[in-house]
């Protein structure tokens, strides 16, 4: 029951805030289809069975199955189903990297539309003040990115009471409607969904649209499964968040057909006179509670791109000491909070934002609901005719959500692509150049074997202490000592060739973190891994070497990293756009001994100049 609670404070805050702007948004948004009492019960069957089929049944009791190794999220499963299916990587990889890519859209549209459906509670309370709506908006999301530095260790105990308040203010608002207009349970029966669908044809259609809203916090029950475990998620869902929602929405509906002018903004016409501005205040917290989890989604997901080798290295904080999944990105907190004010100067209301929010959030979804199917035919052994069945119907909605999203784009929906294809560039950029660049040191370096065999012959001056060389490649000398032995002609009395690996997997135990040869008594090679929800850190794994009987005096302890400085080649193995763009990434990436987490004072930097 505590991580329940803990799980309705951070997984349910997007989608416990979707009733602020779903409802209004399906009656009386840009393709609207009025209040009528058959357009209400259709859509709020519509609602009903969305959060039934795509929340409940996909998400909660399928999709929370194909966890990787406990973890969730978009690229966890990406690395599930590539692990699975190695002959189908790029198809995995392309779904994977869309999917994440379209993620940092939400990343960017929820806090925006959140925060400002919330605050426009204010023109109902007082709509003289409608015009301090943008600017109160902008103010709280400005405040909401800088304290992302103290990190949630401290206000997260908070977060979990406020949303079980809120969910509870949800519910009581429904039922105080549903008591006065009971007729609006007809609404549960699918066949309204079906009758609004033949009624209204192409404008049923575009009705999805909107109504997709209204499971906007799906993917954040996968994403976050891995803090608290797929039962309490699960608990939560079933127990509490679902019939709070469902309560809610129908309390909107019967308030609508009883009054059809409240459809212009059913959520805060719920509550009477006296309750609104401090639903207001409630709502306006509960948003941020939610982009605090989208924000946190985004951090997460950044450093699992950087440990899979599709994002350059950036600078990672820990901010707490207890909680390993807590983490700040100041470069990402930073272009997370200009992208959310450009868009709210942009579309300044959370009507007009809302054309922009459904494709990311669709795309996502169907690049899960893609990726799972590998999972179910490899991973689980399924076979194709069950599959086809659950993974095709998951896919059919799925499709139908997006398709709808997609006759938005010239209103709004083109941001979020725009945005993913961006990303996406950027990203296989990153790891294509890497291989490349991995590939040409490579072929200035020298086989160990040939090194070892020049060392019997002819060994150099010998110097005190130790000396540590990062290396990506097992089987070739690192381009550092190369460099090393060619300028300055010597070699320490010990050497150490530490090579990184970075495995699909969350978190590695520390039983296999660590593997050792000797290549010969002066000469080491140690192999280090870390999951991909890890982050390194070099000085700790060398000390715990003792466990190979190895002991390393820091005082004694150099590392020798090497530096290349790109420059564009004559014949690039890819295109000149391409390679500008990598050459830049590098320049920025974060350097390695800030990432690896080594004492600057400790390290030696030897460069050379690299055709890229």
């Avoid at 069957?45 to 190794?69: E, H, P």
């Avoid at 398709?403 to 950029?429: D, R, S």
């Avoid at 004694?556 to 014949?571: C, K, Q, V």
Wanted: glycine share 8%; with cysteine; aromatic share 8%.
């Amino acid at each position: 029951m505590p991580l329940a609670l803990a799980a309705i404070g951070i997984v349910y805050g997007d989608i416990g805030t979707s009733p602020l702007y779903t409802l209004k948004e399906c009656l009386s948004g840009v393709h609207g289809i009025g209040a009528g009492r058959e357009s209400v019960l259709g859509i709020l069957s519509l609602v009903l069975w969305a959060l039934i089929l795509v929340v409940t049944v996909k998400y909660v009791l399928f999709i929370m199955r194909a966890d990787n190794r406990g973890e969730g999220g978009i690229l966890a499963l990406m690395s599930l189903a590539q692990t699975a299916s190695p002959h189908r990587s790029m198809l995995v990889v392309a779904a994977g990297l869309l999917g994440s890519a379209l993620f940092f859209g939400d990343g960017i549209i929820t806090p925006a539309i959140s925060v400002l459906s919330a605050v426009e509670g204010i023109e109902i309370a007082a709509p003289s003040l409608a015009e301090y709506v943008v600017p109160a908006a902008i103010g709280i999301l400005v405040a909401l990115f800088a304290v992302q530095r103290h990190g949630t260790a401290a206000v997260g105990r908070l977060f979990g009471p406020i949303m079980v308040l809120w969910f509870a203010t949800l519910a009581i608002l429904g039922v105080v409607q549903l008591v006065a207009n009971p007729s609006v349970l007809a609404a549960v029966d699918p066949r309204y969904a079906v009758s609004f669908f033949a009624t209204h044809g192409l404008i049923g259609f575009l009705a999805l649209g909107a109504v997709v809203l209204a499971v906007t916090g799906g993917e954040a029950l996968y994403a976050d499964m891995g803090h608290f475990g797929a039962r309490p998620v699960r608990l939560a869902w079933i127990a509490f968040v679902l019939p709070s929602l469902a309560l809610n929405y129908l309390g909107q509906g019967a308030l609508v057909l009883a009054h059809p002018e409240a459809a212009s903004n059913p959520f805060y016409l719920l509550a009477p006179g006296w309750a609104l501005l401090p639903l207001v205040a409630l709502a306006t917290m509960a948003t941020v509670i939610a982009s605090q989890a989208v924000i946190s989604g985004a951090y997460s997901l950044t450093q699992q791109a950087i440990q899979l080798g599709f994002c350059p290295r950036m600078e990672i904080r820990h901010t707490s000491e207890h909680q390993q999944g807590q983490i700040y990105m100041p470069e990402v907190n930073e272009r997370l909070l200009i992208g959310v004010v450009a868009l709210v100067l942009l579309f300044r209301s959370s009507g007009n934002l809302a054309n922009a929010y459904g494709i990311a959030v669709t795309g996502t979804m169907t690049a899960t609901t893609l990726l799972a199917w590998v999972v179910v035919r490899r991973v689980w052994h399924w076979s194709a005719l069950p599959a086809v069945v659950v993974v095709g119907a998951f896919l059919a909605i799925d499709l139908a959500f997006l398709g709808a999203n997609l006759m938005k784009v010239h209103e709004g929906g083109w941001i979020p692509l725009a945005l993913a294809g961006l990303l996406c560039f950027l990203m296989t950029t990153w790891r294509r150049g890497r291989i490349t660049l991995a590939q040409q040191l490579r072929e200035d370096s020298i086989p160990i074997s040939t090194f070892l065999d020049r060392l019997h012959r002819n060994t150099p001056v010998r110097v005190g202490g130790t000396a540590i060389y990062l290396t990506r490649h097992t089987d070739m000398l690192p381009n550092a000592l190369l460099y090393n032995l060619k300028h300055n002609k010597v070699m320490h009395d010990r050497v150490v060739l530490l090579t990184v690996e970075n495995v699909d997997v969350p978190r590695v135990a520390e039983a296999e973190r660590l593997r050792m040869e000797t290549l010969r008594p002066d000469l080491l090679r140690i192999f280090v891994r870390y999951g991909f929800m890890e982050i390194p850190d070099i000085p700790q794994a060398v000390a715990d070497c003792s466990r190979f009987g190895l002991y390393f005096r820091p005082e004694e302890t150099s590392y020798f990293l090497g530096r290349e400085n790109l420059i564009p080649a004559t014949h690039p193995p890819f295109s000149r756009l391409r390679e500008r763009f990598f050459i830049i990434l590098s320049r920025n990436s974060v350097s390695a001994t800030d990432f690896f987490r080594i004492p600057p004072d400790r390290v030696v930097e030897l460069g050379a100049q690299v055709p890229i």
